[in-house]
T-cell receptor
Framework: GESVGLHLPTLSVQEGDNSIINCAYS??????FIWYKQESGKGPQFIID?????DKRQGQRVTVLLNKTVKHLSLQIAATQPGDSAVYFC??????????FGAGTILRVKS | DTGVSQNPRHKITKRGQNVTFRCDPI?????LYWYRQTLGQGPEFLTY????????KSRLLSDRFSAERPKGSFSTLEIQRTEQGDSAMYLC????????????FGQGTRLTVV
C-alpha cells in the first residue's frame, strides 16, 4: 500500500541556521506532494507543494526538493526562526485525491 | 476569516454518547475531506466529498461514523456510541476541483471520550 514515512524524528537547530527535513515515500505513481507545518493545537498549515514533473521548487525561505529515483522529498528552511518550531509533515496525493501523511518531524529552534 | 472553520474546537463526552462535528469549507471549494489525527501521528484519511457526493470512505470509518454534506457546502461528522479509542483530533480540509491543488485545513475538533 501507500505510505509516506517520517518516523517522528526531532530536529534541533540554532536560530539562524538552515534546517533540512527529510521524507521518504513509497508510491512511485504519486504525482503531487505537499509539506505542511502544524503547531500545537492547530490544524496543518500549507507550506509548499511540488508536482512530480519538477525536482525543485522555492518559496519564501523554503525550498522543496524531489528525488523520484529514490522516492525522497526534503524541505529546506533558510535562516530558521523560533516561529518555525512545529511538527512538519510531508504528504502525497494518493488514490482518489486523498492526501497520505507521514508521522511528522518535530523541529525545535534554539535561540 | 475565509478559511476552513470547524466547530466545536473541543468536545468532552462520556463513553456511549453521540457527538457531531461541523465543518464549513472555503466557499468555492467543492472537495471536502475529513481526517483523524492522534498524538504523534500524521492525519489519517477518513472520508471525502465532491460537492454533496461522498466518494470515498476509509476502512477506519466504522459503522458508528457517518458523514454528510447535504447541500455541497458544510459537512457534519457524527460518531455514535463513542468509545475511548475515538479520542483524537478530527480535521476537515477543503480544496478546489481539478488536479493538483493544495488542501487547506481547519483548526480541528479535539474529542476526548471519558
Amino acid at each position: 500500500g501507500e505510505s509516506v514515512g517520517l518516523h517522528l524524528p526531532t530536529l534541533s537547530v540554532q536560530e539562524g541556521d538552515n534546517s533540512i527535513i527529510n521524507c521518504a515515500y513509497s508510491n512511485s505513481a504519486s504525482d503531487y506532494f505537499i509539506w505542511y507545518k502544524q503547531e500545537s493545537g492547530k490544524g496543518p498549515q500549507f507550506i509548499i507543494d511540488i508536482r512530480s514533473n519538477m525536482d525543485k521548487r522555492q518559496g519564501q525561505r523554503v525550498t522543496v526538493l524531489l528525488n523520484k529515483t529514490v522516492k525522497h522529498l526534503s524541505l529546506q528552511i533558510a535562516a530558521t526562526q523560533p516561529g518555525d518550531s512545529a511538527v512538519y509533515f510531508c504528504a502525497e496525493k494518493g488514490d482518489g485525491n486523498k492526501l497520505v501523511f507521514g508521522a511528522g518531524t518535530i523541529l525545535r529552534v534554539k535561540s | 476569516d475565509t478559511g476552513v472553520s470547524q466547530n466545536p474546537r473541543h468536545k468532552i463526552t462520556k463513553r456511549g454518547q453521540n457527538v457531531t462535528f461541523r465543518c464549513d469549507p472555503i466557499s468555492e471549494h467543492n472537495r471536502l475531506y475529513w481526517y483523524r489525527q492522534t498524538l504523534g501521528q500524521g492525519p489519517e484519511f477518513l472520508t471525502y466529498f465532491q460537492n454533496e457526493a461522498q466518494l470515498e470512505k476509509s476502512r477506519l470509518l466504522s459503522d458508528r461514523f457517518s458523514a454528510e454534506r447535504p447541500k455541497g457546502s458544510f459537512s457534519t461528522l457524527e460518531i455514535q456510541r463513542t468509545e475511548q479509542g475515538d479520542s483524537a483530533m478530527y480535521l476537515c480540509a477543503s480544496r478546489e476541483a481539478g488536479g493538483n491543488t493544495e488542501a487547506f485545513f481547519g483548526q480541528g475538533t479535539r474529542l476526548t471520550v471519558v
